[in-house]
């Protein structure tokens, strides 16, 4: 919107020219509104964007207070009080959206993603046949499922807020750092969901998925909680193998004993593709545990948290991550050459080849001066793993 301080309206003058304007000045057509401003003073001149200039006579009376200006394209030069004028409240459904959306990010979607794809492909990793795939199976796989999304939720929410403040450094966009979720509803949602987890393991009736998700909760408690001998994160080594032991163990070993002796009614039997799951699940969640701390370094630096990255520095952690993850590949490769089914050693093989390769081309591209890159291939990896719960099948 065009924006006029002052200006004295003369009849038969140009509706752009004031009587203190020694010449005239053609008015323009406005085909949308500006939000330049025209000013008179008593100056010698002044200057429209267009940078054409209008002199101005000093001895003329000051000019007049701006009035509503007609022009040819049917708008009108408005006082500069209504571009102060305050925006729109949002909607009531804008408002739910925008909270919701904050809950999301607090709970880390992909991290319930995980869960849902780990937990159900390890129940089923003892299943020999499609006749076990009973309505009372799925029942009791989603009751698993159900009670450690809800307390893996309060993990989430628990992590974010013992780092609010680290978070203002590393991740401001979050929303306990960011303010837009309070500290108190931060709590709420960590102690309700806690709750909620274990009410529904303990009516789940398995004692498996009871000490799961309790294991769990205490785990998750030691990585994150700043007391004497925990904040387990902040410690070089035991930040990747918390992971390890939530990811490698808990995720794998409970839900599969679970699934076999209450789910099935069978005797607990070690089998290959649980081995096999539990090591390479190990593998993900070390190298899960130094990735995803390649973007903080510079808060984690500041407040202290001797991470590898802060000790050896992004460039020599990043090559250490993709060689594990290549070392591991290597190996499922050799577990499906031995695989007795030809379906099974073609899938695996080739399988696990692919997801190598897409890994180290994925690695080249990372840049360790962007955050977005970073995390990008730190949530690839994420992607990986939830193919990896696929193929962990053919091993048979």
């Known amino acids: 919107m ?35 401003s025209i000013k008179c003073s008593s100056q010698s001149s002044f200057s429209f964007p267009n940078q054409n200039k209008i002199t101005h006579s000093n001895n003329k009376p000051p000019c007049k207070p701006l009035v509503p200006l007609a022009l040819q394209d049917g708008h009108a030069l408005q006082q500069s009080e209504d571009d102060n004028k305050p925006a729109a409240a949002p909607s009531f459904l804008e408002v739910v959206k925008r909270k919701l959306n904050a809950i999301s990010h607090v709970t880390r979607y992909y991290a319930q993603i995980n869960i849902i794809v780990s937990v159900t492909s390890v129940c089923f990793l003892p299943v020999q046949s499609l006749s076990q795939v009973t309505p009372a199976f799925l029942m009791g796989v989603l009751k698993a499922v159900v009670a450690q999304i809800f307390m893996n939720i309060s993990l989430c929410s628990l992590n974010q807020i013992c780092d609010v403040e680290i978070d203002k450094i590393n991740k401001p966009y979050l929303p306990l750092a960011s303010g837009e979720l309070s500290m108190g509803t931060g709590i709420a949602i960590c102690a309700g969901s806690a709750l909620l987890s274990l009410a529904l393991a303990f009516m789940s009736g398995s004692p498996a998925v009871l000490c799961a998700v309790i294991a769990w909760g205490l785990t998750g408690a030691a990585y994150s909680v700043p007391l004497p001998f925990l904040r387990w994160k902040s410690h070089t080594f035991m930040a990747p193998f918390t992971l390890v032991i939530l990811m490698g163990l808990i995720l794998q070993i409970p839900y599969f004993i679970h699934s076999q002796t209450y789910l099935l009614g069978k005797p607990f039997e070690v089998t290959g593709p649980f081995v096999f799951a539990t090591a390479i699940m190990s593998i993900y969640a070390f190298v899960n545990g ?24 992004k460039e020599k952690v990043l090559p250490l991550c993709v060689n594990m993850m290549l070392l591991g590949y290597g190996g499922a490769v050799v577990a499906g050459a031995t695989s007795t089914l030809m379906i099974s050693k073609l899938v695996t093989i080739i399988g696990h080849i692919i997801l190598a390769l897409m890994m180290w081309l994925r ?26 719960y696929i193929l962990i099948h053919f091993l048979r």
Not at 363 to 387: A, C, H, I, P, T
């Open 363 to 388: 690695s080249r591209k990372v840049d360790l001066d962007n955050f977005d890159s970073q995390f990008g291939f730190y949530m690839f990896l994420w992607q990986l793993n939830y193919v990896e």
């Open 2 to 36: 065009l924006q006029m301080q002052c200006l004295n309206l003369a009849p038969k003058f140009n509706p752009l020219q004031s009587p203190g304007c020694s010449r005239k000045f053609a008015s323009p057509i406005l085909t949308q509104r500006h939000k330049s």
């Open 290 to 313: 130094l990735l995803k701390d390649l973007p903080d370094v510079e808060g984690d630096k500041a407040f202290g948290m001797q991470t590898l990255c802060v000790l050896l520095g």
